[in-house]
């Protein structure tokens, strides 16, 4: 985390559009724009670092340079919608995905042509996809990323689920007879845990990925939307809480997807 | 069987792309303002846009430079990608750790973002042709990591190898036995890397360009053609605006179609 925020920190300081404001071209607010880059081009890396870390001590992250508010208040309010998005993004794409790999996985010929639709939908931008969706005038953010999530994990599902079903096993169960709900229950499932709480992990960074053009895209202020104003605005203090949110959420994936798997190893 | 029928068609969309551009009157960012917004006609092919430029020589040089701009970004990738996963790989331990975790630093964060903080803080005057170079760099310059471990981990089953030793033992260089031996020998793992990275690019490209972030106008790219679709007074006009999207997932099917088959081979 540290490193992801000490990263941070030397990219926006040292990048060449450091200087830079995009305010500078509207002659509205191109002198305070010149002002404050003339004072942030003073600043010293130790000095930003300093300032960054007293913001985390004061619990507020700093103040927001666009909106001159503490990172905090504009934070909060978007993690829940933000959480929300991808809880139901996440969990619908794997519905999806699942649903679709278990049947074709079983299939012997033809699976190509099952998968057709989440190649096409692998071969979309989320931009496009969610431009897409606009345009016809149907579903939102919440099927975009489920979408996006479905078409990611399906190929992975479905070859993870093909090398279960022919397992000898499995052929035992289903020459005994055993209904095919008992078997993906008991037998399928479970087979595949590993690799489907290494996926999850996956899944949550795609899902983070994709959460800037979705939130941008169909105007939903979350914390996705407020990355891509801070990056546009050049707004260090708000991208280094951004990125921590980021890596933190992908660390605890990792670590619980990583903790279940030891956990299944043992038992 | 299938490589060879996408790379047919993909080499047969390059060849008509490039004719598009080279034998067209219209330049891709000719401006016929008295012709803003119409449909196909026999002078414009799939219309114009909103500035009166010509719909088809843009999505050929869109196609052009999102491909060449995506291949190069894709090489370069691949030979950082190679030389931190050989330099990981046959370092001491602590050298190798570092570098590994340089690229979890950098793999901790999602691409797409990571690429939107990078790209923007660059300068704000460069021009568009300048601008293009600069987002392929930075997808090339931030591409790598995943591709370094997979390296990193498959040089390192080689360096415990029986014919590595016994080059070892012949008096070999750790050098001499990379260029020579490992490299080759890690060419099937090279090449599909640089196969995935190709369609990324290419998508993250036309991410970052319908967040505004991509290439600047008047250069074409995907996704300055995919902002377009925003504009419901020209979706009203003509239905060859869709003309860049389709042809977008085309050309990304086809490039997925290589990598399937590269790395099931």
Same mark, same amino acid.
């Given at each position: 985390m540290l490193c992801v925020a000490a990263g941070t920190i030397l990219?926006?300081?040292?990048?060449?559009?450091?200087?830079?404001?995009?305010?500078? !071209?509207d002659a509205k607010y191109a002198a305070t724009a010149r002002n404050e880059m003339q004072a942030a081009g003073t600043q010293t890396l130790s000095e930003i670092a300093v300032r960054e870390v007293k913001g985390w001590v004061h619990g507020d992250f700093g103040e927001s340079r666009q909106y001159e508010v503490p990172v905090t208040e504009l934070i909060a309010p978007r993690i829940q919608v933000s959480a929300w998005l991808l809880l139901r993004g996440i969990f619908y794409g794997w519905l999806l995905a699942l649903c679709a790999a278990l049947p074709v996985s079983a299939v012997r010929k033809g699976g190509a042509l099952w998968g057709l639709p989440f190649t096409l939908l692998l071969a979309m931008p989320t931009a496009a996809l969610a431009t897409a969706c606009i345009l016809a005038e149907m579903g939102g953010p919440v099927l975009v990323l489920a979408l996006l999530i479905a078409a990611r994990e399906f190929k992975f599902l479905r070859s993870a689920l093909r090398g279960t079903w022919s397992s000898p096993h499995m052929l035992q169960g289903r020459a005994q007879g055993l209904p095919l709900q008992a078997l993906i229950?008991?037998?399928?499932?479970?087979?595949?845990?590993?690799? %489907?709480? /290494?996926? /999850?992990?996956?899944?949550?960074?795609?899902?983070?990925?994709?959460?800037?053009?979705?939130?941008?895209?169909?105007?939903?202020?979350?914390?996705?939307?407020?990355?891509?104003? /801070?990056? !546009?605005?050049?707004? %260090?203090p708000v991208l280094v809480a951004v990125s921590l949110l980021m890596a933190f959420a992908i660390g605890v994936a990792g670590m619980l997807s990583g903790q279940k798997q030891t956990l299944e190893a043992a038992a | 069987m299938r490589r060879r029928v996408a790379a047919g068609i993909l080499l047969a969309l390059i060849v008509v792309s490039l004719l598009a551009v080279w034998t067209s009157k219209y330049g891709y960012a000719y401006q016929d303002r008295e012709m803003a917004m119409v449909p196909a006609t026999a002078?414009?092919?799939?219309?114009?846009?909103?500035?009166?430029?010509?719909?088809?020589? *843009?999505?050929?040089?869109?196609?052009?430079?999102?491909?060449g701009g995506a291949a190069a970004a894709a090489a370069i990738t691949t030979a950082i990608a190679a030389v931190v996963g050989l330099l990981a790989a046959f370092s001491p331990a602590p050298v190798a750790g570092v570098l590994m975790f340089v690229s979890d630093v950098f793999l901790s964060l999602p691409w797409l973002f990571l690429l939107m903080m990078a790209r923007s803080l660059?300068?704000?005057?460069?021009?568009?042709?300048?601008?293009?170079?600069?987002?392929?760099?930075?997808?090339?310059?931030?591409?790598?990591?995943?591709?370094? *471990?997979?390296?990193?981990?498959?040089? *390192?089953t080689l360096r415990s190898a029986e014919w590595v030793i016994q080059g070892y033992a012949s008096g070999l260089r750790t050098r001499q036995l990379v260029r020579l031996h490992i490299v080759p020998h890690l060419r099937p793992?090279?090449?599909?890397?640089?196969?995935?990275?190709?369609?990324?690019?290419?998508?993250?490209?036309?991410?970052?360009?319908a967040l505004g972030l991509g290439i600047g106008e008047p250069v074409p790219s995907w996704g300055s053609m995919l902002m377009e679709l925003d504009n419901s007074?020209?979706?009203?006009?003509?239905?060859?605006?869709?003309?860049?999207?389709?042809?977008?997932?085309?050309?990304?099917?086809?490039?997925?179609?290589?990598?399937?088959?590269?790395?099931?081979?």
């Open positions: 990219l926006v300081r040292f990048a060449p559009g450091f200087f830079a404001d995009e305010r500078e !071209m229950r008991v037998h399928i499932l479970p087979g595949v845990a590993p690799q %489907l709480y /290494a996926l /999850a992990t996956l899944s949550v960074v795609t899902a983070l990925g994709a959460l800037v053009p979705i939130e941008v895209i169909f105007n939903v202020p979350g914390v996705g939307q407020l990355a891509w104003a /801070a990056v !546009m605005n050049r707004d %260090l | 002078q414009h092919w799939t219309g114009t846009d909103e500035l009166g430029r010509d719909r088809t020589v *843009r999505v050929a040089a869109a196609l052009l430079i999102g491909l660059l300068p704000l005057t460069a021009s568009p042709m300048q601008m293009a170079v600069i987002t392929f760099l930075v997808l090339a310059a931030l591409g790598w990591p995943a591709c370094a *471990r997979a390296i990193y981990s498959g040089a *390192r793992l090279l090449l599909p890397q640089f196969l995935i990275c190709v369609p990324a690019f290419i998508v993250a490209e036309a991410n970052l360009g007074a020209l979706l009203a006009q003509s239905h060859w605006v869709y003309l860049p999207i389709i042809l977008l997932v085309v050309v990304l099917l086809l490039l997925e179609s290589f990598t399937s088959e590269e790395t099931h081979a």
